[in-house]
């Protein structure tokens, strides 16, 4: 049975003229990522750097990224033609979500090829950058799944959030309680249990993908469906949690129930482009590191000022998928795209009055209302979602601003929206930060506009955009004569 690992990712890749070894030597300390924001910007390929200031005799000497910084790279995953567009993408994920694959468990794998355990356990050993200058350290955890097990289901979980290395042995986490780890984690404290977790770094790309969005079934399931292939897992050496046999690295380790356990995390780079504040947060204290023969560890920079990561590149797709299902789940009529992003556009079909209030209400009731996606537009057909001039131009023409702005008072979102107080983002005092949220509804009021006789039965005016077809046709035949 084959296994896509990393490796074989960086091959494709590579195959495919996508992929950059960088041989100079470059220090982790901020010249990284400055290196990854420019490639950013330029739409350059994937990155393996190679010589790492400091870590030219550590067990890892190797740091992969931006392996998903294109769409075209995310089709490329999926085993599409590279130029798919964005809308056939989605259809072909929702498609394949719909067929979870169980994973296939295994005795042993390359990434137990080196298994280090207690007092031999040091976390500088991994070439983690230094991703933005303000950091409180070097942030392990930007790119790769975070595994939990529930202890009352034996289910695995994973998820992608951020942490940092404290101490050779000590990752400090930003958790969220209404989150899924948050979840299992409050469910340890009750036991008053420390909750064993293991990250993975460096495996198949559809992981990420799928363990970075608020799917609904097990992620190791899913992201089996997305790669049509099931996932080999090994169990944990200090734990029963399950991790991709050939994963690079996996660390695993405890998080303690005992609040006063908790120390400083933060300020991080986010993904808003501002840095996420620092408080006491819980810390998973490592146990043990399993991991390959020359492992490459892998890692992402988030939060740069034209805002074009991987992560949201990779994961912008799957968050369209999720929104859709929960809408069709919902049996919400007439959904015929979704497009995830700052504004969620949503596209329908209008065939009741109050279709797109019920279609907000069904996103923010569901997983999704903690993410820093505050906004959603609902518009109608002959809209591009995805071209922000379609859907400003929209707004313009079809919200009245006292009936189709409306703000839900739902309590609800992500510590790392910074529009919000900085005591509201106290997401273990709350379990989330206390946001609102706000629908703009811009499709055609049938209240305000009934059908009009004098425009053939239309809601609003002829579109102005269009000359007659026979003039159309006159000035292509006639274009090379304008000289222009």
């Not at 007092?119 to 930007?142: A, S």
């Not at 994961?315 to 007439?334: D, F, K, R, T, Y």
């Not at 209400?361 to 979602?385: C, L, Q, R, T, Y």
């Not at 055609?444 to 609003?460: A, K, M, N, S």
Request: net charge negative.
């Amino acid at each position: 049975m084959s296994d896509r690992d990393l490796r074989a990712w960086m091959a494709q890749l590579d195959a495919e003229g996508d992929f950059k070894r960088v041989t100079a030597k470059v220090d982790w300390d901020d010249e990284i990522s400055q290196i990854i924001r420019k490639v950013y910007v330029q739409g350059g390929p994937a990155l393996l750097f190679e010589n790492i200031k400091g870590h030219e005799k550590t067990f890892s000497t190797k740091l992969f990224t931006n392996g998903l910084g294109k769409h075209s790279r995310v089709n490329l995953m999926l085993g599409l033609p590279k130029d798919t567009s964005p809308a056939d993408t989605i259809k072909i994920i929702r498609q394949r979500m719909k067929k979870p694959l169980e994973p296939v468990r295994v005795k042993t794998g390359p990434v137990k090829e080196n298994i280090v355990k207690g007092k031999d356990v040091d976390l500088f050993q991994l070439p983690v950058p230094k991703w933005h200058p303000l950091d409180n350290g070097r942030y392990i955890n930007t790119f790769n799944a975070t595994v939990t097990r529930d202890p009352d289901t034996g289910l695995n979980n994973a998820g992608v959030y951020r942490g940092t290395i404290l101490s050779k042995n000590k990752i400090g986490v930003l958790l969220m309680p209404m989150k899924d780890w948050g979840i299992t984690y409050s469910k340890y404290q009750e036991m008053g249990k420390p909750m064993p977790v293991a990250f993975v770094y460096g495996y198949d790309p559809t992981l990420i993908v799928v363990a970075g969005s608020p799917v609904i079934g097990p992620e190791y399931n899913l992201a089996g469906a997305l790669r049509q292939e099931p996932i080999r897992l090994v169990k944990c050496e200090t734990s029963d949690i399950e991790v991709p046999a050939a994963a690079e690295i996996v660390v695993e380790g405890f998080m303690s129930p005992d609040p006063s356990t908790y120390e400083v995390e933060g300020p991080f780079g986010e993904g808003s482009g501002f840095y996420g504040e620092a408080r006491k947060r819980p810390v998973v204290e490592v146990s043990c590191i399993t991991y390959r023969n020359d492992p490459i560890f892998r890692g992402s920079l988030v939060g740069t000022k034209e805002g074009i990561t991987e992560i949201r590149a990779s994961v912008s797709n799957m968050m369209s998928v999720v929104l859709w299902n929960i809408l069709e789940a919902a049996e919400i009529p007439g959904v015929i795209d979704v497009a995830s992003g700052p504004i969620t556009a949503v596209k329908i079909h209008k065939t009741y009055q109050g279709q797109a209030r019920q279609i907000a209400a069904a996103m923010w009731g569901s997983k999704f209302a903690g993410h820093p996606f505050n906004i959603i537009m609902v518009v109608e057909e002959g809209v591009d979602i995805r071209n922000p001039a379609a859907l400003m131009s929209t707004m313009h023409s079809r919200v009245n601003f006292n009936r189709d702005l409306v703000v839900y008072p739902l309590y609800m979102g992500s510590p790392i929206d910074v529009s919000l107080a900085y005591d509201l983002r106290a997401e273990l005092e709350y379990g989330a930060a206390v946001a609102d949220k706000l629908l703009i509804d811009a499709t055609t009021d049938w209240q305000l506009h009934p059908p009009r006789e004098e425009w053939g039965g239309q809601r609003f005016p002829p579109d102005c955009h269009y000359s007659l077809p026979e003039t159309e046709e006159l000035v292509e035949k006639r274009w090379k004569e304008y000289g222009l």
